[in-house]
């Protein structure tokens, strides 16, 4: 990878590499250098060019920086100008597969463009992304009784397979990421046979990982990362070594991603899988030599009868593991299941072994019976000291043990292996140590951005905080309702229903609202719902649809409202407090239904609390409001996406101005301008209204 022509990296003589990749850095986002020759939108921006001079400086020189950039910055370009520009081997890591894609098909190779720089590159996810064509092959065998509708799909999937170069399941049209036929066509850790597949030479998980291999710049995940810290399998031992250079984008998710995978966990999902697949290799490879259908029943029952001990709930639970089992199960069936699981599990083992020698298949399936056998029995015993445990109960059954964060591991595994796990061929000479560049929108709300760097084991890296160059105080208002009832009263939906009502009727939509809880998510869409029926305004509301519909529903919606039709609200939770960019018109009011503090009777949350208290500290203090301050945050940067955008954020909390804390909160919200009353926010809403629809009722019946 070369640097442009003009670059001052290529001047001759000792030159400070530090401050050469700074200067190249300046010229590429100067007023007319290649970005703004590139993009007629391009304009220069302080706070940018700032994060990218910091960039530089530990790209060049080695070092850990955390680096805060307010919506707005360009944080993006801020991160890929100078690791581009550096010439050194780069790993790109971001928080989700839809973000991943956009680097990789999107930004990098405009950047790259721009910088006329000859930049290879290649894409890496995990396994699950991938089509494993000897799965492929077994998939209609290994249709279970209630799955054989699937089938349609595995012939779409065999068609398709033919033409793919690359096997990403992301680039076949219609195929929900969700769909129960990924696990068919797929592989696992578990059950992939490795060099012993027949497909072994066209498997494409190996072709993405040598594309990795040879690549200036690789495109990775939180959860693909810590997922090879965890099992050393995913190809990343291999690419890491050779890597000078690591950014972390949308840093904020990675001590919830890394503590997914650095526990241990045992599901009724990954217990069906292995009994699905025990029967189809089984009837597919040695039919008639043993009882396949009893053994694999046998697992499928007592994974089944786990599942029933905890109830007919399908919403999604945590519950609290009290010392030898969750909260509320009876101790005698829950030693009964587990026993009978483990014995179902031992069977399968033992059947398994007579017949390993036939084909690679039954030793990949021992070796899967062994490992359930032992969560199994780790289960059955106490959980490791340091960590928590809880279940995940919704349609399926999730048995969790997890460190309370990643901050040991980050210092040990990361950090305190730059120096030893440096590319062989440099490590003889003189070169600096790794990069670690972390950085998001929203870290923390004080200046050390406590919140992130404490249980990311980063107390020692350089901080950096860039502001966002809205104009805030103009853009944007907000508004907290006097007269709103508190948020446990059973009247506070509807009241929050009313509000967002207001608005979308006054704007045809274009609002969106944030809930902290389902129960909130189905009182106010179903309140929305009824307001609106009859009319041209869509209620979309988050679980109906898949996210990806929803917001193109959103989208369309709204573009056509802006002419006196149609109109969307939409109302969500969760993920869609974060990553979701709808600039311009297309939302204008964002009403979040109470302030974001995070759940407290969370496993997970409590025994974090407890950690706090023990070391004389306050729960409260130093975890629940840094952590409402950062959700707030987030929800918050979904309403100013552009510096022409204009809108109004209201939240139905009157907590936010009547309680103490109130200031902390609202000292870490943009800087909007504060609306007194109802009547400033229906003034402020008419000021939001088109110019075509000022005249007239707003909704038609």
């Known amino acids: 990878m070369n640097s ?50 910091a960039v530089a400086r530990v790209v060049a020189g080695g070092g850990v920086l955390v680096a805060e950039a307010a919506t707005g910055v360009g944080k993006t370009f801020a991160y890929l100008v100078p690791a581009l520009l550096s010439g050194e081997r780069v790993l790109l890591s971001t928080a989700t597969k839809t973000l991943q894609d956009q680097l990789f098909g999107r930004d990098l190779p405009s950047l790259a463009r721009s910088l006329n720089l000859p930049v290879r590159m290649a894409l890496l996810k995990g396994r699950g992304s991938y089509l494993c064509l000897h799965r492929l092959e077994a998939a209609p065998q290994a249709l279970g009784t209630y799955e054989r509708g699937l089938q349609h799909a595995i012939s779409k999937i065999e ?21 129960p036929v990924i696990p068919l066509v797929t592989s696992t850790r578990e059950n992939c046979l490795g060099a012993e597949c027949p497909k072994w030479r066209a498997c494409h998980v190996n072709l993405a990982r040598r594309e990795a291999m040879a690549a200036d710049v690789v495109v990775v995940n939180h959860h ?45 999902a990954q217990l069906l899988d292995f009994s699905r697949d025990l029967l189809a290799v089984g009837l597919q490879q040695a039919r008639g030599l043993v009882d396949w259908s009893l053994l694999s029943n046998g697992v499928e029952i007592a994974a089944r009868d786990l599942r029933m001990i905890f109830g007919s709930n399908r919403g999604s639970t945590r519950l609290r593991w009290v010392d030898e089992m969750p909260e509320g199960i009876e101790p005698r069936e829950w030693r009964q299941s587990l026993g009978k699981l483990g014995e179902a599990l031992l069977q399968a083992a033992e059947g398994l072994d007579k017949v390993s020698e036939l084909a690679p298949d039954f030793v990949r399936l021992h ?5 359930l056998c032992e969560k199994v029995a780790r289960f059955a015993g106490e959980c490791e000291a340091g960590a928590v445990r809880w279940a995940d109960v919704g349609s399926q059954l999730r048995l969790m043990e997890s460190p309370l964060d990643i901050a040991d591991v980050v210092r040990t595994r990361l950090l305190g292996s730059s120096e030893t796990e440096q590319a062989p061929e440099a490590a003889s ?112 509301v988050q679980g109906e ?55 407290p009777g969370d496993p997970l949350v409590e025994a974090r609390c407890r950690r706090i208290e023990a070391e004389g500290r306050s729960a409260f203090a130093d975890y629940s409001i840094p952590e409402a301050a950062v959700a707030l945050k987030q929800g918050a940067g979904r309403l100013i996406r552009r510096e022409t955008d204009t809108g109004m954020l209201v939240i139905c909390d009157t907590r936010l101005t009547s309680m103490g804390y109130g200031k902390r909160l609202l000292a870490a919200l943009p800087p909007m301008r504060r609306l007194a009353d109802e009547a400033a926010f229906q003034e402020t809403l008419q000021t939001l209204v088109k110019p075509d629809l000022q005249e007239g009722v707003m909704i038609d019946a």
């Not at 068609?159 to 769909?179: F, I, K, M, V, Y």
């Not at 070796?367 to 490992?371: N, P």
């Not at 369309?556 to 802006?562: F, G, I, V, Y």
Request: glycine content about 8%.
């Open 4 to 53: 442009p022509d003009d670059s001052p990296l290529e001047s001759g003589g000792a030159v400070d590499p530090v401050q050469s990749l700074q200067e190249a850095v300046s010229a590429v986002f100067a007023p007319h250098g290649p970005l703004a020759e590139a993009a007629d939108t391009f304009c220069p921006r302080e706070g940018q060019t700032r994060m990218a001079q």
């Open 159 to 179: 068609r398709w397979a033919q033409t793919t170069r690359t096997g990403d399941l992301a680039e076949l049209p219609g195929l929900h990421e969700n769909s």
């Open 224 to 268: 693909l990362f810590f997922a090879d810290l965890a099992i050393r399998e995913s190809g990343m031992a291999e690419l890491l070594p050779t890597v000078r250079v690591v950014i972390f984008d949308e840093a904020h998710q990675l001590n919830e991603t890394g503590i997914q995978f650095l526990g241990q966990h045992l599901g009724t």
């Open 367 to 371: 070796e899967r019976a062994v490992l």
């Open 429 to 540: 000479e003189a070169v600096p140590s790794r990069a670690w560049v972390f950085v998001s929108a929203t870290l923390g709300d004080d200046p050390n951005l406590t919140w992130f760097t404490g249980p990311c084991g980063l107390s020692e890296a350089e901080i950096l905080r860039v502001g966002s160059p809205f104009d805030y105080a103009r853009q944007a208002a907000l508004y907290v309702p006097r007269q709103i009832v508190k948020p446990n009263d059973p009247a506070h939906g509807a009241q929050v229903a009313r509000i967002a009502g207001d608005a979308v009727e006054r704007l045809r939509g274009r609002t969106l609202v944030l809930t902290t809880t389902l129960r909130a998510l189905r009182t106010i869409g179903e309140k929305l719902s009824e307001r609106f029926k009859g009319t041209h305004v869509e209620v979309l």
């Open 545 to 599: 649809l898949p996210k990806r519909v929803l917001m193109d529903r959103f989208r369309a919606a709204n573009s056509a409202s802006s002419s006196g039709q149609g109109g969307a609200v939409l109302v969500a939770s969760a993920s869609f407090w974060e990553g979701v960019d709808l600039p311009g018109d297309t939302l204008q009011v964002v009403v979040i239904d109470k302030l974001p503090f995070p759940p």
